[in-house]
């Protein structure tokens, strides 16, 4: 593995760099508060190329590799997690999720709008009663006139009440379990689908759009199958993959924010005739802050290049979302400890990344589903006796 970028991840990086600090940071809070993301930014991030980014030419990206990506993530996690939310949402688990499972027809269909930002993507996964365990899925797929109807309620679905385009999951076989489970590519103003807020204010990540889907006998042809039919669940989990390394990525983001606000707060706070930076307390916290972020910046970048060589990588992502998001929760409740009363309120960003980062331990799986991924790749499965 090589440490050093190459041209060409440097340059997305920078690019990721500017967008982010440039446009994104300056408009985090006002976004924060009003609980909404422009989306003059999507057309924004459609035009630099960041959207598209990993496609390949002909659908309108530069294919970038996945560390690349991570890159762009981390700079957007950085600046804010709902943007960051926004992209690996659209980006990894639904574009690129069509370029690895769809037909030639829709990836013509789709990809191009998806890179440029005229359409949002949503991954409609998420149920009442199937968070975790995803076989457990009630959605119902149902056989008729050449194609399938589909029935159920999805929460929790990030763009869902922007996207002109979903991804959904839904079972033609409950009693099979994860291998009845399809996967549909549903343009979202198709009949039968009613979308709305969720209820209540989130803790964190407020100017994500977080929707209700409700199907009503949603019909679709066919040719809306993403893989074969039963093939659902290995679609599902393959973006996971992708999309677990977005929130790694991005929590890095969350906890460089706070261990740059925390040393630009303790070479300027003072107390007791001097920085509070020169307190040896403050030294400590700040030396742990920096390890962690820079071990769990190595593990995202490690997931990456064996995603890059076509190598396994299940444990090693889930590895490096576990790390990397109880590194920025460390990270962010540090800050705020740090900033003393400051950091209790909304004047500073380090109460925003303290409210972000629950939602990365919980996004793509929650640490607890980390901890169990990793300890099945670990032991393997018991061999049946006899």
Not at 24 to 50: I, S
Not at 98 to 108: D, F, S, V
Not at 257 to 272: E, G, P, S, V, W
Not at 345 to 374: A, C, M
Request: proline content about 4%.
């Amino acid at each position: 593995m090589e440490f050093e970028l190459t041209a060409a991840q440097a340059a997305v990086q920078n690019l990721a760099r500017n967008f982010a600090q440039g446009r994104v940071a300056p408009l985090a809070r006002e976004m924060d508060e009003q609980g909404q993301m422009p989306l003059a930014l999507v057309g924004e991030m459609g035009a630099l190329g960041l959207l598209g980014g990993p496609l390949p030419p002909e659908y309108g990206g530069q294919d970038w590799d996945p560390l690349a990506l991570a890159l762009c993530y981390e700079e957007l996690g950085r600046a804010d997690s709902s943007v960051r939310g926004f992209m690996t949402v659209h980006t990894s688990l639904v574009a690129q999720c069509l370029l690895a499972w769809g037909t030639p027809e829709q990836k013509q269909a789709y990809l191009p709008r998806l890179a440029r930002g005229e359409w949002i993507g949503c991954y409609c996964l998420t149920e009442p009663n199937a968070g975790s365990d995803v076989a457990s899925m009630e959605a119902e797929a149902v056989e008729d006139a050449g194609g399938y109807r589909l029935r159920g309620e999805k929460i929790w679905i990030t763009n869902g009440g922007i996207a002109q385009v979903g991804l959904v999951f839904a079972s033609r076989d409950r009693a099979a379990r994860h291998r009845g489970i399809c996967a549909f590519v549903v343009e979202m103003n198709t009949p039968g689908v009613r979308r709305e807020k969720m209820p209540g204010r989130e803790l964190g990540h407020r100017a994500s759009d977080h929707a209700q889907v409700h199907l009503k006998d949603v019909w679709v042809p066919a040719t809306a199958l993403l893989g074969a039919p039963g093939e659902g669940f290995k679609v599902a989990m393959s973006a996971l993959d992708r999309g677990r390394l977005g929130v790694a990525a991005g929590a890095v983001g969350v906890g460089q924010a706070c261990l740059d606000a925390c040393i630009t707060f303790a070479q300027n706070r003072r107390q007791f005739g001097k920085r509070i930076g020169d307190f040896e307390m403050i030294q400590a916290a700040l030396a742990d802050m920096a390890a962690d972020i820079e071990a769990a910046r190595l593990l995202v970048y490690r997931a990456a290049w064996l995603q890059a060589h076509g190598r396994p990588a299940t444990r090693e992502t889930s590895i490096a979302k576990l790390f990397a998001t109880e590194a920025a929760a460390r990270a962010a409740s540090q800050a705020v400890l740090l900033h003393g009363g400051r950091g209790y309120s909304n004047e500073y960003p380090v109460e925003r990344y303290f409210r972000d980062i629950k939602g990365l331990q919980i996004y793509e799986g929650t640490s607890h589903i980390q901890r169990i991924v990793i300890a099945r790749e670990l032991i393997g499965k018991e061999a049946p006796k006899g």
